[in-house]
């Protein structure tokens, strides 16, 4: 018995990969979110394994012959409609229950396009770290959401559907209006775009062409600095001035007198004569 959880493209059908489509032809059942959406990539790759919706709204009863299909020894696929099962995905109820009763079943990821990893990789933002978000809540907790990230140290990445992104983008404009995002929509798809500015220039950006409206966003912010992080950079900041400012002095005495060498020898015909005056009131103290 063997759970598959194969992630298909997020959009262009060409990055389907091999091995995905090899399980998929190979499996006794497919569970999908949403059998018709998933009908087109099968029918696409030519893969005629029967199909069975699993989604948010799956029964108790509906999991439970899940479970009993794999108890017979069946293997199964796990879908969603796009990209990688069980992130921000009813996937993961299945996965829970499996793990829970049968500890036996042997639970294997198939690799592939992430609406996630598409965006960051593309953004520009470094992003050895950072916070995904899944979907936002839909009104109560967003604003206190966008408060929060005032203080994030690493980027934040988050989808949101059409018909609210641009009011997350004018939220997001009055907390932290010069942190830069990426707008991303349509990923792999015709019309891909994405689009990097400060955040108190992306409502009208959106505004600017209605295209720039529609489509399926992944928004990508720009984590800020830590009050740890602006001290040490005043501090850095500070020394440089500091050095810098020693430099022009020396460089502007140079200028004046020869430079450093001119210093040096009056220093030492100074000390010179100090101990020769020295040495005669020893003589004279006899």
Request: net charge negative.
């Amino acid at each position: 018995m063997t759970l598959y959880i194969v992630a298909t493209p997020i959009g262009n059908l060409g990055d389907m990969t091999y091995r995905a489509v090899e399980v998929l032809k190979s499996v006794d059942l497919i569970l999908c979110e949403d059998t018709r959406t998933t009908k087109t990539l099968l029918t696409h790759y030519d893969i005629n394994t029967k199909t069975r919706s699993f989604h948010t709204h799956s029964t108790e009863k509906e999991r439970a012959s899940i479970i009993e299909l794999l108890k017979d020894g069946k293997d199964l696929a796990l879908v969603s409609d796009a990209g990688t099962p069980c992130i921000s995905d009813p996937g993961v109820l299945l996965v829970m229950e499996v793990r829970d009763q049968l500890p036996e079943c042997v639970i294997v990821p198939i690799p592939g396009a992430s609406a996630i990893i598409t965006a960051l990789s593309a953004s520009g933002i470094p992003a050895s770290s950072y916070t995904f978000l899944g979907f936002l809540p839909h009104k109560k907790g967003r604003e206190t959401l966008f408060k929060s990230m005032i203080d994030a140290d690493m980027p934040i990445v988050f989808y949101e559907s059409v018909h609210r992104v641009e009011k997350t983008l004018a939220s997001l404009a009055t907390h932290i209006p010069l942190r830069q995002i990426v707008i991303a929509r349509e990923l792999t798809k015709i019309h891909e775009t994405l689009h990097r500015c400060r955040l108190d220039e992306a409502v009208a950006w959106l505004e600017a062409d209605d295209n720039h409206r529609r489509g399926e966003f992944v928004l990508v912010v720009e984590g800020g600095e830590t009050p740890r992080d602006l001290v040490r950079r005043s501090q850095a900041a500070a020394q440089h001035v500091g050095a810098n400012l020693i430099g022009v002095v020396l460089n502007k005495l140079d200028a004046q007198h020869d430079g450093y060498g001119y210093y040096s020898y009056q220093y030492d015909s100074y000390r010179q004569r100090e101990e020769e005056e020295e040495a005669e009131k020893k003589v004279a103290r006899g």
